[in-house]
């Protein structure tokens, strides 16, 4: 069955420096997201992505956050300046998307730990 | 926005007995629930999810209930196993721009869930 799934499975970094976290959703979906749980705490909405552009994001998302979809397998969270409160487990997600009204099951990746030291 | 609040924060079973999970969410725009399973390590999976012109789902020893209402819905295990052993989070989503099957989710704070041999 075809998985999510995210690179690396743990990036260490000093605050202060830009990260990259990877992504390669299931092949035919169309909607795209991603979400962070920092420890002990709720997984929490970051951003979502259709049709090549943000259709919405958290108060989370600022402008140190940006996604990108450059190819047609990747999506792409960039935090361009860590800080120590970016540290959590950042998890993609995409959904198929079958028109409207319909459901469909978020299938979530891996995950990706981030520590911002 | 959305505020989704879960309990108990652990719950302790014995093997056969059976497990109740609540939920209860603040957006009455709110129309579809989820319910997923993590593992130690592992992605969130999904379940069993509930969409809100449905008061009851049930598969094989999972069910969930629903009161919109209320604002609020129960995952139900019977006849528990150690493999049933997890962390679960209920979400609750509202449906974002750009229609179809684009919607974010907002989590519970999960449940442990421990179900002794």
């Known amino acids: 069955e075809p998985e999510v799934t995210q690179t690396p499975s743990h990036q260490v970094t000093q605050m202060g420096q830009e990260v990259i976290l990877r992504c390669v959703p299931i092949?035919?979906?169309?909607?795209f997201y991603w979400y962070r749980q920092i420890l002990g705490q709720k997984v929490e909405f970051l951003v979502s992505f259709y049709n090549n552009e943000i259709s919405e994001k958290s108060e989370i998302f600022d402008d140190q956050f940006s996604v990108e979809r450059p190819d047609g397998s990747n999506f792409t969270l960039k935090i361009r300046s860590t800080k120590l409160e970016d540290s959590a487990m950042y998890f993609c997600?995409?959904?198929?998307?079958?028109?409207?009204?319909?459901?469909?099951?978020?299938?979530f990746g891996p995950g990706t730990r981030l520590t911002v030291l | 926005g959305e505020n989704v609040e879960q309990h108990p924060s652990t719950l302790s079973v014995q093997e056969g007995d059976s497990a109740v999970i609540k939920c209860t969410y603040s957006?009455?725009?709110?129309?579809?629930f989820p319910w997923y399973k993590q593992e130690l390590g592992k992605r969130p999976q999904l379940i069993i999810d509930?969409?809100?012109?449905?008061g009851e789902k049930k598969d094989q020893r999972i069910a969930v209930t629903l009161n919109k209402t209320a604002k609020h819905f129960s995952l139900h295990i019977t006849e528990t196993q150690p493999e049933d052993s997890a962390v679960y989070f209920c979400a609750a989503s509202i449906r974002l721009v750009g229609g179809g099957s684009n919607y974010k989710l907002t989590f519970g704070k999960g449940t442990l869930l421990t179900v002794n041999p």
């Open positions: 997600a995409s959904t198929r998307g079958a028109g409207q009204g319909s459901y469909n099951e978020q299938f």
């Open positions: 092949s035919n979906h169309l909607y």
């Open positions: 957006d009455s725009a709110s129309n579809y």
């Open positions: 509930i969409r809100s012109n449905v």
